[in-house]
């Protein structure tokens, strides 16, 4: 099983901050398919970002993502009041894993 | 526009068995592989199941195997999820999933609840 492990679990930052949340795989991961998503409460998750660095149809370009391998990174350059939510990570499609989708455990970015 | 709309959720008593269902609107459904994924209250994204478009292959997490059973009906635009066996552990939300190489839609998600 490829391990996501997402730091650090709570941001608290300041509308116009810049956020940076990091995910880590326990081993090297398929960069075509690994993504980030922003999920706010009582709503499925959104996709913001796929293959590492590519921003999903309406995302602002405030979010970026980058890395590859083991090392991802996602980056808010300035927090809207609307980018407070939990983000997650997802990996996929690296063959002879099981199981073949995993999700990071999610970083909570809150209003300082 | 891509719509995938879940339904089926509902309150089991474990041991109680429960089908959901996901309908697919605006693609050709039996061209891509569909996904459910679950979400515990207050608790991250865990992956339950994948099919392939023609229903031809399926894979589990350990934590369903053997107790759930992914389908598909093309003809109707259809997933399903049959769950049996159904323990408080699979209290969630339960989200249909469309994969289309590296970009996942998700649905909305049905609610299961499994208590006495």
């Known amino acids: 099983e490829i391990v996501l492990t997402q730091s650090p679990g709570t941001l608290s930052l300041s509308p116009g901050e810049r956020a940076t949340l990091s995910c880590r795989a326990s081993r090297s991961v398929v960069s075509r398919y690994f993504a980030w998503y922003q999920q706010k409460p009582g709503q499925a998750p959104r996709l913001l970002i796929y293959?590492?660095?590519s921003r999903a149809t309406g995302i602002p370009d405030r979010f970026s993502g980058s890395g590859s391998g083991t090392d991802f990174t996602l980056t808010i350059s300035r927090l809207e009041p609307e980018d407070f939510a939990v983000y997650y990570c997802?990996?996929?499609?690296?063959?002879?894993?099981?199981?073949?989708?995993?999700f990071g455990g999610g970083t909570k970015v809150e209003i300082k | 526009e891509v719509q995938l709309v879940e339904s089926g959720g509902a309150v089991v008593q474990p041991g109680g068995s429960l089908r959901l269902s996901c309908a697919a609107s605006?693609?050709?459904?039996?061209?891509?592989?569909m996904h459910w994924v679950r979400q515990a209250p207050g608790e991250g994204l865990l992956w339950v199941s994948r099919?392939?478009?023609?229903?031809?292959?399926?894979i589990y997490a350990d934590s369903v195997k053997g107790r759930f059973t992914i389908s598909r009906d093309n003809a109707k635009n259809t997933l399903y999820l049959q769950m049996n066996s159904l323990t408080v552990e699979d209290t969630a939300i339960y989200y249909c999933a469309r994969e289309n190489y590296e970009i996942w839609h998700w649905g909305q998600g049905t609610l299961v609840t499994v208590s006495s």
């Open positions: 293959s590492a660095s």
């Open positions: 997802q990996q996929y499609g690296t063959s002879g894993t099981s199981p073949p989708v995993t």
């Open positions: 605006g693609f050709i459904f039996s061209k891509f592989w």
């Open positions: 099919i392939e478009g023609d229903g031809s292959g399926t």
